[in-house]
Each structure stands twice: as structure tokens, then as C-alpha cells.
């Protein structure tokens, strides 16, 4: 059986015939398959809205990778069976889940999140596959990896790393909202692709777009009213927030509140942060991630070892506006902005 688990946002798991095994004798397609899905973000949720929202974008990421294993052969109830763990926001439980993952004898484990999530995967196992998904951070300058071409050892990535991202997104909230001149950029520094986005990359594209960066770090749930507090006083009239990941996506209803509240302007890395209220986003096409997961998964099941696997960036992205999120704080975009879209929500 293969099980499907997930760490961070996610952290899923192919299980099977013992740990490391990928059964090369057979056939995936004569072998039952089972997965588990473990479900949450790192970090408390301010309030069961809050939760509830997280839950939601991790089912939705769950049934978009269920989909794609379904077009390359892997049917739920036939020959694949899921089952889903949450972190319920609690860091610690990341090494433990991962534990539990190794003693179910999985055969692949998918990590979606940053550094310390893939970490808690590596550590809790030598042997078994591990995909790596979303994670902005550099695998190679993290030590996750060898390098890009030859992973090594028992991992390979689906990588978000790419400096033109921060930039881009700037680029397109200056175009919607031509006034702004003072960007507020909340971020987690435990994310290192995202300390390096706001060390590198951002100062560099907002002085080409004359906008003024405000970098507010947020490392645990209890640092936003104090975050927002201060921030109110500076007076940004806009809002950047950084690759998702830990603290920032478990409380994203609160981010979305505050900007809203704020009439702030945002833009994210993702398309959830959009669908649960955010203003727009810019980042990897999510359908395109979650076939490649599939792909992935299904060479590791018919034999391939992570380690031969190279790394893939993104090679497709999504541009997504909040229309409704537009008009409850006053905006409007121009119309040739919303034609580049990739999807307008109403």
C-alpha cells in the first residue's frame, strides 16, 4: 500500500513493503498502494476561522495532488488508499509525525514546506524517498541536497527557488495600485529563502519602482498584534507578504484581517493566500506542482532513487486577483492589468 503524508502545509507519504523498498518487481499498476496526507501549517492559528481556513487550502492541496496521481494510474479505493495527519500547529509534532511515518513503512514521503520540516523528514529516515515541495529556501546552500543535478542520498526536490519572484510581485502590486509608495514586508526569518529575498532581492527591485520597504519579522504567532500595532504607525499603503511557510501561513486569517481592516493592498506568493481574501498574488502554477509531485512519485514507485532525480523549478506561473478583496478596500485595477491574469476571483 501506498500512504501520502505531510509535514508543514503538508508531508505526504507512499507506503509499502518496508522502508526504502519501492518493490521493483512489480508493476505499480499490480500493486495496491495506499497514502496518507499530513495536514497543517507550523505554528497556532489565532482563532478556529483561522484554522479552519488552513485546513481548507490543505485539502485543497491534498485532492489536487489525489487528482493528479489518478491521471498517471493511482485510483483511490483501487489501488491507492490515503490517509491524512494533522500537525494541528504544533511544531514539535513534526519530528514525531514523521517518526510515525517511517514505522508505517511507507515507501515515498512528500514534505511541503521550508527547511525544518524537510529536516524532521531526513532525520527520522536514511532510506525512504523523500520529495520536497514548495520550499523557497536554496537546497544546496541549506545542506538539504548536493546539489541540483544529483540530489544525493535518499531526497529530491520540487524547488520555488527563483530571484525574479519578489521582484515580479512588487512590480505587479505598484502596477495595480500606482500610489503606493511604502511597502510593508512581512516575513518569517526562519525561512532562509525569504531572509534572503529581503536582504537581496527586494531592496534592489524597490528602488527601480521607488518604493520604500518596511521589513516586520514575525517568528511565533504572539508577535502580530504587536507587528500590526507598529506597522499601523508607519503608515504603509501597501503590503507584501513573503513565501508562505511556518508562522505565516498558520495565521494567514489574521494577516488578511489586518489588511483588510487596514485597507491595505497585498500581494502573496500563492494563489490560497487569494482565494481566502488576500488582494493578488504571483507564484508557480499550483495544477503544474501538483502533477509534477505525481510524477515524481510515480518514477520513485517504479524503481527511480531520488538521488538520480534532478531538481525542477517552476516553469509555469499564475497571476490571480481578489476582485472582491479589490472592492471592499477601495481599489481599482486597471483593466489591462486584469487581462494578464490568469484568474480573476468575483
Same mark, same amino acid.
Given at each position: ?39 497543517? &501549517? ?15 487550502? %490543505? ?43 517511517? $514505522? ?21 529516515? @536514511? ?51 500606482? @500610489? ?48 500590526? &500595532?507598529?506597522?499601523? @504607525? ?19 486569517? $489574521?494577516?488578511?484581517? +489586518? ?56 516553469? @509555469?506561473?499564475? +497571476? ?21 491574469? %490568469?484568474?480573476?476571483?468575483?
Amino acid at each position: 500500500m501506498v500512504r501520502f503524508s505531510n509535514h508543514e502545509r503538508y508531508c505526504d507519504t507512499v507506503s509499502g513493503a518496508g522502508e526504502g523498498k519501492n518493490n521493483r518487481g512489480k508493476s505499480h499498476a499490480q500493486k495496491n498502494r495506499s497514502a496518507s496526507f499530513l495536514l497543517d &501549517a507550523l505554528g497556532s492559528s489565532h482563532s478556529s476561522s483561522g484554522a479552519a481556513a488552513d485546513a481548507a487550502s %490543505n485539502s485543497a492541496r491534498a485532492e489536487g495532488i489525489r487528482l493528479a496521481l489518478r491521471e498517471r494510474g493511482y485510483i483511490e479505493g483501487q489501488n491507492i488508499a490515503i490517509e491524512y495527519r494533522y500537525a494541528e500547529g504544533k511544531p514539535g509534532r513534526q519530528s514525531e509525525l514523521a517518526a510515525e511515518l517511517v $514505522r508505517l513503512k511507507v515507501d515515498v514521503i512528500v514534505v511541503a514546506g521550508g527547511p525544518p520540516q524537510i529536516w524532521a523528514a531526513m532525520n527520522a529516515t @536514511k532510506t525512504i524517498p523523500i520529495v520536497m515541495m514548495g520550499t523557497g529556501s536554496d537546497p544546496v546552500e541549506a545542506g538539504l541536497i548536493d546539489s541540483l543535478a544529483r540530489p544525493g542520498g535518499n531526497v529530491t526536490f520540487l524547488t520555488n527557488l527563483t530571484r525574479e519572484l519578489g521582484r515580479k510581485r512588487l512590480e505587479l502590486l505598484k502596477e495595480a495600485v500606482p @500610489k503606493v509608495a511604502r511597502v510593508a514586508v512581512l516575513y518569517d526569518p526562519a525561512i532562509s529563502g525569504t531572509v534572503r529575498d529581503m536582504k537581496e532581492v527586494l531592496p534592489v527591485a524597490a528602488r527601480a519602482l521607488r518604493l520604500t520597504i518596511q521589513p516586520w519579522e514575525v517568528r511565533a504567532a504572539n508577535d502580530f498584534d504587536r507587528v500590526f &500595532a507598529a506597522m499601523g @504607525k508607519q503608515r504603509p499603503d501597501g503590503l507584501y507578504v513573503s513565501s508562505s511557510g511556518g508562522v505565516i501561513n498558520a495565521n494567514q486569517k $489574521r494577516i488578511f484581517g +489586518f489588511a483588510l481592516k487596514s485597507r491595505l493592498p497585498s500581494v502573496y506568493a500563492s494563489r490560497d493566500a487569494v482565494e481566502a481574501g488576500g488582494l493578488m498574488s504571483y507564484g508557480a502554477d499550483q495544477a503544474e506542482r501538483y502533477q509534477r509531485v505525481a510524477y515524481f512519485v510515480d518514477r520513485i514507485l517504479k524503481g527511480a532513487k531520488p538521488a538520480d532525480l534532478p531538481v525542477e523549478q517552476p516553469m @509555469k506561473f499564475e +497571476f490571480v486577483i481578489n476582485l472582491k478583496t479589490a472592492k471592499q478596500i477601495g481599489v481599482t485595477i486597471d483593466p489591462n492589468l486584469l487581462a494578464r491574469a %490568469n484568474k480573476l476571483i468575483r
